[in-house]
Each structure stands twice: as C-alpha cells, then as structure tokens.
C-alpha cells in the first residue's frame, strides 16, 4: 500500500484499501501467525491512515487506523499471555494465532523479528493508548537483558529456553538493532540509544579488523568462527541508522561490499564465504530482498553523489532478467536457476526504493519522513 503511495497511484491504493477492508476479518483470522507479517502490517496501516488523514480522506484514514489497533489488539494479549512478568519459560514466541498456543519446543524466533518498537510506539502515539509501546519495550527489554558481557547478540531464541540457539552472531541481529536506534532517536529513548551505542561500537570495532566484513562472532568473546568467513546480507539494515548518526564513511563501506556482490551475481545472497569466495550451499539464493536498494537510496540522499544512480541502475537492469509473466522470481546465484518466490517486501521496499531514488521529486523524499524496517 505505501509502495502505490509513494507511485501517486491513487486509485490503485484506494482498490486496493477497499479489497484490505472487505477481506480483513478473515485475514485477521486467518493467515497471519509471525511478529514480521504483523510489524508490515501495522506499519503499511499505519502510513495509510496518515497520508489519507493529509489528503483529506478523514473518514477512511480513521477507518484504516482502525485497522491497525484490532490488528495489534488481536495480538498483543495472546502474546502477552506467554510470558507474563517476562518469566523464564516460553519467553518469546511467534504465536500460533488460531490456535492462540506456543509452538513446539524446538521453535526458535530471530532476534530481528522482535524489532516492532518503531510501530507500536508511533501507534501509541496516533491513538493516546501506552499499552502498545509498552508492549513493545516488553519485548525490547527482555531481549536486552540477554546481552553478554561484552555487549552482543545472538541470532535466535529458543522459544521456551529463552536462550541463544548458538553462541555465535551472524547478522540476524541487524534489523532489531535499527528498530532499537530509530526508535530511540524518533522518540527519544535515552536508555535505548545508550543500548544501541554500547552494541554498534562492538560492530563497529569487528568490520574495521576484518576490511568491511561482518563474520559470525562468538558473543562472549569476539572470536571469528573458525570455520565460517561469511557476511551476513542484514548489515545493511543499518545503513540508514549510520546515516542518521552521521557515520557516511561506516554506511559507504557497507554499500562498497554488497556492491562487489552484486556486480559479481547481480543479487545478494542471504549470506558469502569470504574464504572460498561464494555463498555457501544453501545461502545462494537472492529473494529479491530490499537491502541493497535500501542502502543505495539512503546514501543517495545523504550524499547526493552519481555512483548511487549509477548502482541504482544496475539493481534496475539486473532485476529485468528475473521479470516473469505474473511478476518477479526470485533466483539462485550460482545456477542462475529462477525461483517461483517473490516475496512482499520485493513490492513494498525494493521497487518503492528505487522509484523514490530515480524521482527526485517525490514528497516522500522529503526529509520529515522516515521509514520503518518493514518499509
């Protein structure tokens, strides 16, 4: 919906808020059973009601945030109800809302996941009610709680250990991480930029010793895994945080890596072996994720230099080969082997990043917005 926004396409986005308020009670009840999916969708109603709320829409943008506190109301108590006081058993989960129970023991979440802050927070302040960023800093304050010593995270939790599911962190981490700093700069969470500055300087410290890359680290003791060379695609998320703590030359050093990998594969794999100089089996695949558009446009507007509209241009020519009949595959970069995958943040981040970069004009190029991690 945002996407079609950021187009101008106005009757689009109204066909398609109309299609969103017949079916939503059966997709309320249906479908909809991770913390991602619901952070897209409070963000893309949320975004709605506010530039519909602008353009005079008064009725519909108040129908549509609407939308968003039965979506966040659905969830927060069933969510709730599985760590009460935060306790030590089931701490986080990604709920089964039918069904309204945990997952099976051996479930585990990414840490990204629990990044909804910037949502809830905004919602809380649309609507006067604290029960949403509450909930929200719930989460926040658990997951930092588990920070070693030395001020890292893992990737993922156990469901019902609350645990690490390894001692070692990849980069799953980085999205939670730019929830935590926009949030605190947004809304000015002194305790939360303080968290934020504490992790990234140790990030900051390990991309410096290894010329850019970002390897899996043990949590407790900054080594590199002995086996695994590899970067992480979600450092990227973060590109826009750097950016807003002035910190060009750490965001330009992240584009210069993802740019080698795409002008090698023209996509990014979720995740490169530095050592032998390919993805590893099973992460060659490019679902046409946004972070790589993202970060272009980012620096673009920070910078204004030609060589983001010249990379631009090259995500651009290099999608073109992976256009089907109904849309975009996804693809796997070593045997070029198109996917039947395109996933809704091609849609809602990609193509929307890329068309704000190209069209100057655009109001949403105005500085007074800012995006959240879901678009």
Not at 77 to 92: I, R, T, V, Y
Not at 111 to 120: A, H, K, M, N, Y
Not at 325 to 330: K, P, V
Request: glycine share 6%.
């Amino acid at each position: 919906m945002t996407t079609l926004l950021v187009f101008g396409d106005e009757a689009e986005f109204h066909s398609t808020l109309d299609k969103i308020l017949n079916s939503f009670p059966k997709i309320l009840f249906g479908d909809i059973q991770y913390l991602k999916t619901i952070k897209r969708s409070i963000g893309s109603l949320l975004s709605s009601s506010i530039q519909l709320a602008q353009a005079g829409h008064t009725a519909l943008a108040s129908e549509t945030l609407s939308l968003a506190i039965q979506l966040c109301d659905y969830v927060i108590d069933p969510l709730d109800a599985l760590f009460p006081e935060l306790g030590e058993n089931c701490e986080f989960n990604e709920v089964e809302l039918l069904q309204k129970r945990s997952m099976d023991k051996q479930g585990t979440i990414s840490v990204g996941d629990l990044g909804i802050l910037f949502e809830l927070a905004f919602l809380s302040q649309e609507t006067g009610d604290s029960r949403y960023k509450e909930f929200a800093m719930k989460i926040h304050n658990k997951t930092l709680a588990k920070l070693s010593k030395i001020n890292m995270l893992g990737d993922e939790f156990n469901i019902c250990t609350g645990n690490f599911t390894s001692d070692y962190s990849s980069g799953q981490q980085f999205t939670y991480l730019s929830d935590l700093a926009k949030s605190s700069i947004m809304f000015h969470y002194p305790d939360y930029y303080s968290s934020w500055r504490k992790i990234y300087k140790v990030i900051k410290e390990t991309v410096h010793i290894h010329n850019g890359w970002y390897f899996p680290l043990h949590i407790h003791t900054k080594g590199v895994h002995s086996g695994k060379l590899l970067f992480h695609k979600n450092l990227a998320a973060l590109t826009e945080v750097l950016i807003l703590e002035g910190d060009l030359e750490e965001a330009e050093r992240i584009f210069h890596k993802l740019n080698y990998l795409w002008m090698q594969y023209q996509g990014i794999p979720i995740q490169y072996d530095i050592r032998m100089k390919k993805p590893p089996r099973d992460f060659q695949y490019y679902y046409l994720s946004a972070e790589f558009a993202r970060s272009i446009y980012f620096l673009h507007r920070a910078t204004h230099s030609p060589i983001y509209l010249d990379a631009g241009r090259s995500v651009l020519k290099s999608l073109k080969q992976y256009s089907v009949q109904c849309g975009y595959a996804s693809v796997d970069l070593l045997s070029r082997k198109r996917i039947d995958h395109m996933d809704s943040s091609f849609l809602s981040q990609t193509l929307k990043f890329l068309y704000l970069l190209f069209d100057e004009g655009n109001k949403f190029n105005d500085v007074s917005y800012m995006f959240s991690d879901g678009g």
